[in-house]
């Protein structure tokens, strides 16, 4: 069955340095992954996506994603963290192949970024 | 560009009473969702319409009914509210013709509902 991770409930980060939001995901055939962002009272903002192609992503407010197959993971990055980055993300998985394609999406990372 | 507009903001509700969500999508977008957002649960689907005129059921759909009046408006109805339908809904549109698609979706602000 599909089914996506996020293994951190909470990541802390202080302003300026590199920040890491992990993924993990379980699927049968080949993923197309998602990353949004959602910020306090609002609804969810699509970040970027991988559907196929160069494992490395880029998308809204510097924000970037590496797609790695060997260890079914889509990590969100960047490279110097902003406190305006302060949110909860969310990771989320579509099976392209087999029975079961629908969007699956993880629980949700909340990210504080501290000056 | 208002996006996914969702109405009301806010709702207080008694156990038994009904309710109509409203959402309506000014992209000319051929998919709505319909979530609910709880703490510790994550996203999940209600219900969605892959494209007007068609509606389909999601992950949790009891308790539930939608509406899909024309492509840019997609309803959530509440027949008799509960106390475990208290959670925050949002409405999401999406490019996408068909349930399966790589297109993002859109996002309303949503609709917090308390149910007592």
């Known amino acids: 069955a599909q089914s996506v991770a996020q293994p951190e409930d909470q990541v802390n980060v202080a302003e300026g340095n590199p920040l890491t939001v992990k993924c993990t995901y379980s699927v049968s055939g080949n993923p197309y992954l998602f990353w949004y962002v959602q910020y306090p009272n609002r609804g969810l903002q699509f970040l970027l996506k991988y559907i196929t192609g160069d494992n490395l992503v880029k998308g809204s407010y510097g924000f970037e994603a590496e797609f790695n197959k060997s260890q079914t993971s889509f990590h969100l990055k960047k490279p110097s963290a902003l406190v305006s980055d302060s949110a909860l993300y969310f990771c989320a998985v579509r099976d392209n192949a087999g029975n079961n394609r629908k969007l699956i999406w993880g629980l949700g990372t909340s990210l504080a970024v501290n000056p | 560009n208002a996006g996914v507009t969702q109405t009301p903001k806010f709702q207080v509700l008694k156990t038994g009473q009904s309710m109509t969500l409203q959402c309506a999508q000014d992209m000319n977008h051929n998919s709505m969702y319909w979530y609910r957002q709880d703490p510790g649960m994550g996203l999940r689907l209600i219900y969605y319409s892959a494209s007007e005129g068609t509606t389909d059921k999601g992950e949790v759909p009891n308790g539930y009914n939608v509406s899909r009046l024309n492509k840019r408006e997609f309803s959530l109805r509440l027949e008799s509210a509960a106390p475990s339908q208290t959670s925050v809904y949002f409405c999401?549109?999406?490019?996408?013709?068909?349930?399966?698609?790589?297109?993002?979706?859109?996002f309303g602000d949503g609709t917090r509902l308390s149910i007592l």
């Open positions: 999401a549109s999406s490019e996408a013709l068909g349930q399966y698609s790589n297109q993002p979706q859109h």
